[in-house]
């Protein structure tokens, strides 16, 4: 390329405040551009291609995506919180709110047990020696706290591919320490990030959760019912919870949903029963294929 003409001092300094000028700065270095809300589109496809693209990198074809709440701590955490709310309590007896506290803290270590769960639930699927479906399978969650972080951390401590998929927020969300770096992202857009889970997913698996969750389960039965995505082996762990949350009986009765719908999905307790119902359901599908 040419040097620039050797302009005079005025001609030079018009010249620089042209370079200056936002409309001339390449579109894809403008992020005051980027942002404007007709650029939607082109966030969307950067969203989904930037993590799309290291996945194919890494061979990642075939997952098991685990759903749960942000708010169901690791036993020793809940233990913990049960030490430091009795250590309050004893400082001021009379004080309502340290009673309620130390029961919050005790129904923490209660719901905890689902952490143990979901951490044994991705040692397995990431130690499991599959063929079809099932082989090679990677855990990917949201990559977050609770229910995200046991399962990815199960995965990390079996060695495999442990993806985390975290969303922008007001409220700041870091990513938990159990991910593979290469695998761990951050989206903007939830949709981009709900594909994703599901894409490559060979079975859904849905801890007790708040909106989120039941956003994400309610989603996932509606595209299964509407036969937009493939069949895949849905397991909610806890059915107490889940009843009770979900009252599948009315929606039956008031007709919103059939009997058949139920067999959508299936109820379990333990990991080795939900690893269980993911391999007998696609060892039946392999076999009347």
């Known amino acids: 390329m040419k040097d620039a003409p050797d302009y005079p001092s005025e001609l030079a300094s018009r ?11 390449q579109a894809d270095e403008d992020l005051a551009f980027l942002r404007r809300p007709e650029m939607c589109g082109v966030r969307l496809q950067l969203d989904y291609w930037k993590t799309e693209e290291a996945l194919q990198r890494r061979a990642i074809d075939h997952t098991i995506v685990v759903y749960g709440s942000t708010r169901i701590p690791a036993p020793s955490v809940a233990r913990q919180r049960i030490e430091d709310a009795q250590r309050v309590l004893q400082e001021a007896s009379g004080d309502r709110r340290a009673h309620h506290a130390l029961q919050a803290a005790k129904s923490e270590l209660e719901r905890s047990r689902y952490y143990d769960i979901a951490r044994e639930l991705g040692r397995i699927a990431g130690s499991a020696q599959c063929s079809g479906a099932l082989s090679s399978l990677a855990v990917v969650t949201g990559g977050g706290p609770g229910i995200m972080e046991a399962a990815n951390r199960g995965a990390f401590d079996s060695g495999a591919p442990s993806i985390g998929l975290n969303i922008s927020l007001p409220r700041e969300q870091a990513p938990n320490p159990y991910l593979t770096p290469e695998l761990c992202f951050r989206l903007h857009y939830f949709a981009i990030r709900k594909l994703h889970l599901l894409e490559r997913a060979r079975a859904a698996v849905f801890f007790p959760g708040g909106f989120g969750t039941c956003d994400e389960l309610f989603e996932v039965l509606t595209l299964l019912q509407t036969q937009k995505i493939k069949p895949l082996p849905v397991v909610l762990v806890g059915e107490s919870y889940w009843r009770r949350a979900i009252d599948f009986d009315f929606m039956i009765s008031e007709g919103v949903i059939s009997q058949d719908d139920m067999r959508l999905f299936v109820f379990r307790e333990t990991a ?5 119902a993911i391999v007998h359901w696609h060892n039946t599908r392999e076999a009347t294929v």
């Open 15 to 25: 010249v620089q405040g042209l370079i200056e000028s936002p409309t001339y700065l």
């Open 272 to 276: 080795e029963a939900v690893w269980q």
